[in-house]
């Protein structure tokens, strides 16, 4: 007991909610090694390999050439907080932090010396002490990191686009959608659209197929005839925030329309502008300016097309534009880079 007050004596947040000190090792492993299930999960998830993505490292590379050391370290900033000892999001990240200094920006507050957040009483005892998790389980913890003012052009809306959505309105969370509960457990994996680097199959697959159900999830594809051939539209029709979001500087979306003797390939793109001197360029480092391409909730894009039926039309999906992975030195149709077919509707004569 003497032990829990010297350590509340040396942490500024000491208050009645905090029973005692948590004795565990803070790294993910130590957590792992009792929580083999949420575990499991988050090492495979975008947050248990936050600092590996090689499009990351490689655009950090361009960011400290271009914009310097300091840039470059508040992007390793959120991408590899380290509060876990490791340069990954780890699971004290989220479950020891008690609030945050403004809903953006990385700016969480983590107590390593807290007990550790719970969505419910444990059934028995714990090893370490526990206390009720209503930041855990709110939007503003996720919103800390998935709003960016910067720095230069990395900036992401991701909490402000969910919050005019009808999913906020509904009272849904980013956790409803993204660690939803499967057997009553929250589900650590996070679908998600970056690609699982360098693991191989089958889970390459398995995650590229969860990409496509996701976004295909919340965008509506349809194919209507008129008078004078065939209008294609894609509307963001049940997405909690823009498609894409978050990191849409990296994304692109685009519909092709087919029909047995004429094809459209890009008929619908959705993907941002960078420009410099209003040249295209495809990095952000080279852009002056950069207009972000995305649907927000309830917007739609439609084309009129001079095809006629039957015609059919294709929805894809690349995790990193072609432009931007050509420049940052990888082949753009390596496997965790190739286009992903997220949803294909036809039109009949
Ligand atoms: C405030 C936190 C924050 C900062 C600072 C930040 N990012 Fe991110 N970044 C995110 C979040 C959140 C995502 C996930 C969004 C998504 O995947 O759509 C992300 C996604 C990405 C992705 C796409 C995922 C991947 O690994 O392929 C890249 C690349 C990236 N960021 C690069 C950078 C670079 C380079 C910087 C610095 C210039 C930076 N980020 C700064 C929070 C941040
Ligand atoms: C991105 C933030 C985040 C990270 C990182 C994270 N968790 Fe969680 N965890 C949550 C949320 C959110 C919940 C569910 C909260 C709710 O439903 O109210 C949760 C729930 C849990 C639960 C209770 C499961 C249940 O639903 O009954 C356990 C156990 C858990 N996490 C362990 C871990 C472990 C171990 C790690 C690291 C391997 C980890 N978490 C990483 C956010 C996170
Ligand atoms: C020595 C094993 C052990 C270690 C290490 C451990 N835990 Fe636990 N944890 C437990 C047990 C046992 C429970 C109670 C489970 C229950 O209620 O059925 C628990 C409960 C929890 C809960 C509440 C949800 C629940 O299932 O009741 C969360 C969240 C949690 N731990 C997260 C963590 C995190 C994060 C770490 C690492 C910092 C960690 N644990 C380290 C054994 C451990
Ligand atoms: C400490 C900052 C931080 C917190 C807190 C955080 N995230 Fe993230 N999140 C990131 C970063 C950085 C990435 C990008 C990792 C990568 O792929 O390079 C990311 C990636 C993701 C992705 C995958 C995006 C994609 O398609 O690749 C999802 C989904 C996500 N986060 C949801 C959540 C949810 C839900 C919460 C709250 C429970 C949350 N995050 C809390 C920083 C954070
Ligand atoms: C109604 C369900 C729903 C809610 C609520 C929701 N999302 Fe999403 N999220 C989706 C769907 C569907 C996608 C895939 C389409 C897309 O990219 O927007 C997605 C994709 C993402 C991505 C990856 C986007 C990309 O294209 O790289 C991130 C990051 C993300 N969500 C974070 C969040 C955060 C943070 C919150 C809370 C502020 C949140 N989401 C709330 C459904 C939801």
């Known amino acids: 007991m003497r032990l829990l007050v010297l350590s509340c004596l040396g942490f500024v947040a000491c208050d009645a909610a905090y029973p005692e000190a948590a004795p565990v090792d803070p790294s993910s ?15 495979e998830s975008p947050h248990g390999r936050s600092s590996d993505s090689p499009v990351f490292r490689a655009l950090v590379a361009e960011v400290r050439t ?10 390793e900033g959120c991408h590899a907080p380290g509060h876990d000892g490791s340069d990954r999001i780890g699971c004290v990240t989220c479950h020891q932090a008690l609030g945050n200094r403004g809903a953006r920006d990385a700016l969480l507050i983590v107590d390593p010396s807290a007990p550790i957040a719970a969505p419910h009483p ?56 993204h660690l939803p509960r499967s057997d009553g457990r929250a589900d650590h994996g996070l679908v998600s659209v970056t690609p699982p680097w360098g693991r191989g199959e089958p889970l390459l697959t398995e995650r590229r197929e969860a990409a496509a159900a ?33 990191a849409t500087l990296v994304r692109e979306l685009w519909v092709e329309v087919r029909g047995p003797h004429a094809a459209v390939a890009r008929a619908l793109s959705v993907v941002a502008t960078m420009t410099a001197d209003g040249v295209t360029v495809p990095l952000p480092t080279e852009a002056d300016t950069v207009v972000v391409g995305a649907l927000a909730p309830g917007e739609a894009v439609e084309r009129a097309l001079a095809l006629t039926p039957p015609v059919e039309a294709t929805l894809y999906l690349r995790p990193v534009r072609a432009d931007m992975a050509e420049a940052l030195g990888f082949d753009p149709d390596t496997p965790e880079l190739a286009p992903i077919v997220v949803s294909r509707v036809t039109l009949a004569p």
């Open 29 to 43: 492993e130590s957590c792992g090694a009792c929580h083999t299930r949420e575990y499991a999960a988050w090492s």
């Open 122 to 177: 444990p059934t028995g005892p714990t090893p370490h002490a526990t206390r009720p998790g209503s930041f855990l389980a709110s939007a503003e913890l996720c919103a800390t990191c998935h709003v960016l003012t910067g720095p230069e052009h990395f900036v992401e809306s991701t909490w402000d686009e969910f919050l005019a959505s009808p999913a906020a309105a509904a009272g849904l969370t980013c956790q409803s959608c």
């Open 214 to 246: 996701l976004v295909g999830a919340a965008l509506d594809l349809t194919l209507a005839q008129t008078d004078d051939g065939v209008v294609v539209r894609l509307a963001n029709a049940r997405g909690g925030h823009s498609v894409p979001t978050g």
């Open 66 to 75: 271009t914009w310097g050391d300091a840039t470059a370290k508040r992007c």
